[in-house]
């Protein structure tokens, strides 16, 4: 998602992502990228109406007047889409520089390595949901990460 993709009409919505902890982001954007269960959405302004659960995962918005994408971690939750926005109800949701990168690694390889070596099913599964976390943990760190370095120039 680039701004170039933005709606040309300047159409907006307002995005709100809440976690049972707080409110992380309540604002107009122009679109919001999010991992349902069946892919990734896609959500402009007028989106028909919409509730399904999302995935851990990277939610990317574009907020009115920066021009530039933001990004969210959720675990896991469920996105509302209505005709004046959208809802993001997360399991757990953080910003970036929330995230603690050296424990996601450690997640990352506990779980690859469970999914490996366990001969449990239950094991390997709950290994997985946690592999996901892990990693989009990561990505929303890695993006952010790029975003800096644009930034500054590199």
Known sequence: MTVSSMPRNGATMI???????ERLYSGEVHQVCIMGVNGELGVFPRHSALLTPILPGVVRFI????????????????L???PGGVIVLADTAMRCEDIDEEAAHEAKCRAEDIMQNSVLYTDRDEAHAVLLQAMAQLAVVEK?????G???GG
């Open 15 to 21: 995005l709100d992502i809440v976690s049972a902890e």
């Open 63 to 78: 907020p009115v007047g920066s021009g530039e994408e933001e990004y969210l971690y959720v675990s896991g939750g469920m």
């Open 80 to 82: 509302e889409v209505q």
């Open 144 to 148: 952010a990460r790029k975003k800096r």
């Open 150 to 152: 644009k930034r500054n």
